[in-house]
């Protein structure tokens, strides 16, 4: 079995890689990283930091050399130029986990982001149809936007809700080329949508996660905050949070992969109720002065504080999309079938991922 893998030094990514050799080694000859230069660290570099990294699972370190022999690093300079490594005679098992995720609803923006997301991916796809085994497309649950109600894993074939932002537009428009593409080359394609990713439930070290992002910025600003000034925070008390395991989603991929699944969201079957996440959320980083209400606070209305009017034109403007969402859950009952959502009280886990973020000052790891 060979593989291709983006975004390997990603939070999923690299979950992912760890996931693949600790349950496919045996049925594994290559697996090829497509990897950026960062700083002054080559692609080369970055792969071992990941590899050799303390929170790298106990079976990765125990047979390191033996998984590198099997590991194959390409500068992310020659994506799109598959004939320069791989061999024709091949098929390839292409899953495309990196992402440049980006909630700006700035209409400034949205060329970069369809570019990063939409436009690569198609290149990508285009530029290794010959090779393809299979495409898989880590894609995101919420690139159906604002629906409501119950949603399926069937994201093409129904009308969504309206997108919160231009990540969510990209992501989706990704998802229809890719299905259209795949059917007219005659290429088999997997869509895997994970929701919002928290620390390990499953692996060790408990809650950890490489990068913090979406809830976990939530929290940081607040933690970081040296203000006693009053907030008032909008959100929709019928909506929730849903927060899925890193650990768990890359498992899952894993599992079903080389699978004949289509569509499948990765998500938790229940939400964390959006007031009482908050309230979670504020309690851990000892932030008492706020209250949440469904009331619209805007510029017009006036803002009661200075660290108000910050929120609202900062990370407020990326959150208050999801934060006032309409109410909705998804179905998670092929889901289960394949891999059981790990139990645990879902407030007393977000508490957890985000003592261990404190823990860690929020810094993401340098891979």
Do not use: C
């Not at 997108?163 to 229809?176: C, G, P, T, V």
């Not at 919002?196 to 940081?220: C, E, H, Q, R, W």
């Not at 959006?274 to 949440?292: A, E, H, M, P, R």
Request: proline share 4%.
């Amino acid at each position: 079995m060979n593989i291709i893998l983006t975004g390997a030094t990603g939070t999923l990514g690299s979950k992912v890689l760890h996931t693949l050799f600790e349950t496919k080694y045996n049925e594994i000859s290559n697996v090829y990283l497509l990897v950026r230069k960062k700083g002054q660290s080559t692609p080369k570099e970055r792969v071992l930091n990941m590899l050799e990294s303390e929170y790298a699972p106990q079976f990765v370190k125990d047979n390191l050399d033996a998984i590198n022999s099997k590991v194959k690093v390409i500068n992310a300079d020659n994506i799109l130029e598959p004939e320069s490594f791989l061999d024709t005679n091949e098929q390839y098992y292409f899953i495309h986990s990196a992402g440049y995720v980006n909630l700006s609803v700035d209409p400034a923006n949205k060329d970069e982001i369809f570019e990063e997301n939409f436009h690569f991916t198609k290149s990508i796809f285009e530029a290794y149809m010959g090779y393809l085994k299979k495409f898989v497309y880590i894609s995101t649950a919420f690139s159906i936007g604002d629906l409501g109600g119950l949603i399926g894993d069937d994201y093409i074939e129904i009308e969504g809700g309206a997108y919160r932002n231009f990540y969510e537009a990209s992501k989706h428009a990704s998802e229809k080329f890719l299905t259209e593409a795949s059917k007219e080359n005659n290429i088999p394609l997997q869509i895997l949508r994970p929701s919002v990713l928290g620390g390990n439930a499953i692996d060790n070290p408990s809650f950890f996660i490489s990068k913090y992002m979406v809830f976990y910025l939530f929290a940081k600003f607040f933690y970081n905050t040296p203000s006693s000034d009053h907030i008032r925070i909008t959100a929709n008390a019928d909506s929730g949070l849903n927060i899925i395991p890193t650990d768990y989603v890359a498992k899952v991929i894993v599992k079903v992969f080389d699978t004949d699944v289509k569509q499948l969201n990765i998500v938790h079957s229940k939400a964390t109720n959006i007031t009482k996440g908050i309230s979670k959320i504020l309690d851990t980083v000892g932030f008492k002065t706020y209250n949440v209400t469904q009331d619209i606070i805007t510029k017009t209305a006036g803002f009661d504080s200075k660290l108000e009017q910050f929120y609202y034109e900062t990370i407020g403007v990326h959150l208050n999309p999801y934060l006032t969402s309409k109410p909705y859950e998804w179905d998670t009952s092929v889901l289960e079938s394949i891999l059981p959502i790990p139990k645990y009280d879902l407030e007393q886990y977000l508490a957890n991922t985000v003592e261990f973020a404190k823990l860690k000052n929020f810094r993401n790891q340098k891979w």
